[in-house]
């Protein structure tokens, strides 16, 4: 039962009239079990670290798919766009009336494929549309000429991904349409690497560039000279200012990450200049922080004894008297299953492993040896707790996958704090 001094809907905490400004800005959290904080600090470090590196003059489209990958889509986009972002780009055309449904009139690139039959949606919105197909250009041709009003489209040219996008013979098919119809806009063009945050290797991503390159001249031969021309992701920004063009598309570094080891790596190698004596960057090259912590209240605390086995399967045996705690997170909440025998908590201001296997919704962690542990104690998943961090990083390595994957997982039904 909740105690009635809590607030009644614990997302969204009330002040309390007598709380001092400063406390009234961290979130009550008393009535949760599980949830998700973003520190607006952090953030604000990784755009403008993202700043710095881009200049003013290009435009910072933050990516925010994937529910902001995993930060929250209405909490992440407005930290970004306070914290210096021009627009933003999704994948989904709900996610962009979630944007505006959210308040945010800016510019919104939608990346991946909108329904023929929804087409009207996007362009009463103004999004700007990526286009890939005859299909999608001829339908939108007609809306242009039903309502009056004009799509914005961003080509999207073909480089050496094979995934979305055209060249060749279909490039120019595509452009046939195009010039037929005057009534839609290309404001842009754009691309996307294959394998710039994979290898400290190049060469594919500058033939991908010179590819670019030459679809954009073939794009002035036809009469088309798209304002935004744009070919970066996050490692892309970083590494090669001439991938810049008019905009760059920043996702996982806005987050605190970087897209790659390699890419770390690369970045910390040509930014060697901003290492101090002590070997450390400087506060301004040192690069992303992480903004996002995974926290959950222990939910119970028991004994049990040596040889006693833990969690379906049977897959973890106390070799000692041993003090478990359950978290009522599971792989449900985006704990990943692979992480069962293997993860570590922190709890107490220590490391607590994972026992036994991670279930739905819970999961149980080993407390043996922080005898201070209680029931609705504050565990970090993801994230500090006093001088001690497990970072995303950590768990997908443990999970057999990649920093984005582990927090684009997280589960939408979590609650998102900016603190
Ligand atoms: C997801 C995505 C990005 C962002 O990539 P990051 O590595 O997270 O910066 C940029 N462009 C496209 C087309 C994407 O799908």
């Known amino acids: 039962m909740t105690p009635t001094t809590l607030p009644t809907n614990p997302r969204v905490p009330e002040k309390s009239e007598t709380q001092p400004a400063e406390a009234a800005k961290q979130p009550d959290t008393r009535g949760l079990n599980a949830w998700i904080e973003v520190s607006a600090e952090a953030y604000r470090h990784n755009l403008e670290f993202i700043r710095q590196r881009i200049g003013s003059s290009v435009e910072l489209g933050a990516v925010v798919k994937a ?6 889509l209405e909490q992440a986009s407005r930290l970004a766009l306070e914290s210096g972002a021009d627009s933003l780009c999704v994948h989904a055309l709900d996610e962009a009336l979630a944007l505006r449904r959210a308040g945010h009139r800016c510019d919104v690139l939608i990346m991946g494929h909108v329904p023929l039959a929804r087409l009207s949606e996007a362009v009463r919105e103004n999004f700007r549309l990526v286009l890939f197909s005859i299909e999608t250009a001829e339908r939108l041709a007609h809306l242009a000429q039903d309502t009056g009003l004009r799509p914005r489209v961003h080509v999207k040219i073909e480089t050496g991904t ?16 195009l010039a037929a119809h005057p009534s839609l806009e ?12 994979d290898t400290t290797d190049h060469a594919y991503a500058r033939r991908q560039l010179r590819l670019f390159e030459e679809a954009l001249e073939t794009l002035r031969a036809r009469g088309f000279e798209p304002s935004c021309r744009h070919a970066a992701c996050s490692a892309a920004s970083l590494l090669f200012p001439e991938t810049h063009f008019d905009m760059v598309r920043v996702g996982i570094s806005q987050y605190g990450f970087w897209s790659s080891k390699e890419t770390r790596l690369t970045y910390q190698h040509e930014h060697a200049g901003g290492v ?3 070997g450390h960057l400087d506060a301004a090259a040192a690069g992303p922080r992480p903004s996002l912590s995974f926290k959950a209240r222990i939910s119970q605390v028991k004994n ?3 040889g006693a086995s833990v969690g379906y399967g049977r897959t973890w045996q106390a070799t000692r008297p041993t003090r478990l705690a359950v ?8 704990y990943d299953r692979l992480l069962s025998n293997r993860a570590h908590v922190l709890v107490g201001g220590r490391r607590a492993p994972v026992r036994g296997r991670v279930c739905m919704n819970l999961t149980l962690i080993d407390v043996t040896d922080v005898p201070e542990a209680r029931l609705e104690d504050e565990v970090v998943l993801i994230g500090r707790q006093g001088d001690r961090e497990v970072r995303a990083e950590e768990l997908a390595e443990l999970a057999g996958t990649i920093p984005y994957e582990v927090v684009a997982r997280l589960a939408p039904h979590l609650p998102r704090l900016i603190v």
């Open 67 to 72: 529910n902001a990958y995993g930060h929250g």
């Open 162 to 177: 094979h995934r979305q996008g055209l060249e060749g013979e279909e490039l120019s098919r595509l452009l046939d349409v």
């Open 186 to 197: 290309v404001e842009g063009a754009y691309t996307h690497f294959a394998d710039i945050e």
């Open 276 to 278: 101090s004596g002590a």
């Open 304 to 306: 049990i004894p040596a």
């Open 327 to 334: 978290l009522p997170i599971g792989y449900a909440d985006g």
